[in-house]
T-cell receptor, first 118, second 113 residues
Framework: AQKVTQAQTEISVVEKEDVTLDCVYETRDTTYYLFWYKQPPSGELVFLIRRNSFDEQNEISGRYSWNFQKSTSSFNFTITASQVVDSAVYFCALSEGYSGGGADGLTFGKGTHLIIQP | NAGVTQTPKFQVLKTGQSMTLQCAQDMNHEYMSWYRQDPGMGLRLIHYSVGAGITDQGEVPNGYNVSRSTTEDFPLRLLSAAPSQTSVYFC????????????FGQGTRLTVV
């Protein structure tokens, strides 16, 4: 069965520091998709990134970057020069099989609560 | 474009009452699903549907029923509410196929007293 582990329950840093959120996954499928979602204090879920199992290229989007390593089954998320607006709960999630869209069954980690102090 | 719409946003039920959480999407997505979010537990899949007339159970289906009579709607029914069903419920939808992601509704905060 699939599993996603986010070992960091809560992280607190001072604004402008870099911070990395860890995500380790387990799956028996060779085709799978990994996601990161952000949940700000307002409660909605905001999609950040999707990565399929055949694409190990790291990705950068502004201050956000993602490091996907199949050898260690990890999909870590780094925020560079953190800002107070980055304060949120961040979820890593896994979807197995080709469908990969997620609404037929995402497995979520328990989330990391990120606190950015001014 | 409304996306995924959930109603109501907040609800308080007494133990034993029944209710339906509504979910509608206007993106013509084949896939829809319901999750519950509890503190420290992340989101867990309750039920999902891969198309009209087709539903299946997720990780935590007990106490919930679903049906999918149209592509747009995917209601979640609590037949006899219990305090253990106090949670935040999210509905999601997506296209079939790997090159997409799930779109989530705003959530329904349900309290069972």
């Amino acid at each position: 069965a699939q599993k996603v582990t986010q070992a960091q329950t809560e992280i607190s840093v001072v604004e402008k520091e870099d911070v990395t959120l860890d995500c380790v996954y387990e799956t028996r499928d060779t085709t799978y998709y990994l996601f990161w979602y952000k949940q700000p204090p307002s409660g909605e879920l905001v999609f950040l990134i999707r990565r399929n199992s055949f694409d190990e290229q790291n990705e950068i989007s502004g201050r956000y970057s993602w490091n996907f390593q199949k050898s260690t089954s990890s999909f870590n998320f780094t925020i560079t020069a953190s800002q107070v607006v980055d304060s949120a709960v961040y979820f890593c999630a896994l979807s197995e099989g080709y469908s990969g869209g997620g609404a037929d069954g995402l497995t979520f980690g328990k989330g990391t609560h990120l606190i950015i102090q001014p | 474009n409304a996306g995924v719409t959930q109603t109501p946003k907040f609800q308080v039920l007494k133990t034993g009452q029944s209710m339906t959480l509504q979910c509608a999407q206007d993106m013509n997505h084949e896939y829809m699903s319901w999750y519950r979010q509890d503190p420290g537990m992340g989101l867990r899949l309750i039920h999902y549907s891969v198309g009209a007339g087709i539903t299946d159970q997720g990780e935590v289906p007990n106490g919930y029923n679903v049906s999918r009579s149209t592509t747009e709607d995917f209601p979640l029914r609590l037949l006899s509410a219990a305090p253990s069903q106090t949670s935040v419920y999210f509905c999601a939808s997506s296209y079939w196929g790997g090159n997409t992601e799930a779109f989530f509704g705003q959530g329904t905060r349900l309290t069972v007293v």
